[in-house]
């Protein structure tokens, strides 16, 4: 019986250790621009949360664009990331969806954001959609007068939070 176990927890630790190094090897592959991956698991995700805690999130990306480079790989949300801080790139890329790049974001912002979201269509779908948006918020009408009330109503209801909320107690109900 002994035997056995020191068998089994053998073959798991030789299974998890080929797995890691086959993944390992996949992600050198794949020719990534330079960055860091960060922890298991995890990647680089805790360091952008508290990015975004702070009043200004930008040094977490500035500091990648100083010791990578304007696009670096990094490890968030669960999966390795391009990330590109260029205006110009960016735009290339996104007039290129489809031809030349397939751009996509971590399946758990897919969860957070729903499926419908704009953030997340693609190729006409998002431009018709971005238009619409846009011609919408640009609108005179709505600058001059809605954007106000909306802009007071939401301060009013921030204000009325005194209570801090409890992301994990409301994820349970």
């Known amino acids: 019986m002994a035997f056995l176990l020191h068998y089994l927890f053998i073959t798991a630790i030789i299974s998890a250790v080929s797995f890691l190094l086959h993944r390992s ?16 698991l995890v990647g680089e995700t805790l360091q952008l949360i ?3 805690k702070t009043e200004n999130p930008e040094p977490f990306i500035d500091e990648r664009v100083r010791r990578y480079g304007s696009i670096f790989t990094t490890h ?4 390795p990331t391009v990330f590109s801080a260029e205006p110009e790139t960016n735009r290339f890329i996104l007039q290129n969806e489809g031809k030349l790049f397939e751009c996509s974001y971590p399946g758990s912002i897919s969860n957070l954001l729903g499926k419908h979201s704009l953030l997340l269509m693609k190729g006409s779908l998002h431009k018709k959609m971005h238009s619409l948006t846009m011609s919408f918020a640009n609108s005179s009408i709505i600058k001059d007068h809605l954007l106000v009330d909306i802009d007071r109503l939401i301060r009013l209801n921030l204000d009325s939070w ?12």
């Open 162 to 173: 005194t209570d801090r909320v409890f992301l994990m107690e409301e994820a349970k109900k």
């Open 25 to 40: 090897s996949r992600h050198r592959r794949l020719r990534l621009p330079p960055g860091n991956l960060g922890l298991p």
């Open 76 to 79: 968030v949300f669960g999966e």
């Open 50 to 52: 508290a990015a975004y």
